[in-house]
């Protein structure tokens, strides 16, 4: 792992929990909520930062964990197209 890599979880796991899934919760409903491409890019900056921890937590999650995450991904990316293309 880069040294670079290794200080962000470091900052990372020290955020708390709640305030993290409350931040989350805000992004989302901002992105279903706003209207056309800016709510669909607010879901795909999401889905983005979503998928660069998924990637790099990959190694130390279960199997079962590994896939809820891959399916909220798929919907947040769906839900992302969706909302840009209509």
Known sequence: MQRTQSALLTRLAR?????MFLAALVLVLLGLFAPGIVGGALLLALAAGLAALLVTTWPVQSPATRTI???????????????IAG
């Not at 995450?69 to 197209?81: E, H, N, P």
């Open 69 to 83: 995450r891959l399916v909220i991904l798929t919907l947040l990316v769906g839900a992302a197209l969706v909302k």
């Open 15 to 19: 955020v708390n929990p709640t305030t």
